[in-house]
């Protein structure tokens, strides 16, 4: 196609093509798609995409897993204030402890993405692991449309999901490394994964000192 051609409809400036009233999703709302909804089927396939774009890239399970942690945890570092700004102004109280974030991430991030809160939210038992926390999903949506060979029967794609959360809790400045393991139960749960919360030391300190003042 010759410079002096056009797209019926679309306005080329600076390089970037834009439709003819001018505008991009940049101008879009952030309120305008809060009840917006992807299909799981669109959610699939952009999902397989990005994990087999990512598998072209790396040599092994725990580096493809890591790289979709990675993923993960960019969009994890907006969702927050995203979430927050939705919400009304008397209500955008942003999460000030462990526990109140963790609750947080169960109930709001993941009704957010999967529409539906996480199963369960526990405490490690480990009386000297006290930075430990768990997020249980019996079903992570991120698994239910991967094939994933016998070769390869230890990746676990929600590995994107506990970037996520991982983007989440440093938005919020608690920091923490989050990695998703599978613990199936039989059939009827068996992709049922846990999302172990490790948070930094100095949280817990933090935490902590709070909690004496």
């Not at 963790?102 to 709001?108: D, E, S, V, W």
Request: charged residues 25%; proline residues 5%; aromatic residues 8%.
């Amino acid at each position: 196609m010759s410079n002096s051609q056009q797209v019926p409809g679309v306005v080329k400036e600076s390089g970037l093509r834009l439709p003819s009233n001018g505008k991009s999703i940049y101008h879009r709302p952030l309120n305008r798609t809060k009840t917006g909804e992807l299909s799981q089927a669109s959610f699939a396939y952009l999902f397989g995409e990005m994990v087999t774009y990512a598998q072209k890239r790396v040599k092994g399970i725990q580096e493809l897993e890591q790289r979709l942690n990675l993923q993960g945890h960019s969009i994890g570092m907006k969702l927050l204030d995203l979430l927050m700004y939705r919400e009304p102004a008397r209500t955008q109280l942003r999460p000030l402890g462990i526990i109140q974030l963790l609750h947080f991430i169960k109930q709001n991030i993941w009704l957010h993405l999967f529409g539906r809160q996480a199963d369960r939210l526990e405490k490690s038992n480990d009386a000297d692991k006290p930075e430990e926390y768990m997020i249980i999903d019996n079903e992570p949506l991120v698994n239910q449309y991967i094939s994933v060979p016998k070769e390869m029967s230890q990746l676990n794609c929600a590995a994107f999901v506990a970037g996520v959360v991982e983007g989440v809790c440093d938005g919020a400045d608690f920091p923490a490394k989050v990695t998703a393991h599978t613990v199936g139960e039989g059939e009827m749960w068996p992709g049922k994964t846990v999302f172990l919360v490790k948070f930094a030391k100095e949280v817990v300190e933090r935490e902590a000192y709070l909690a004496k003042s």
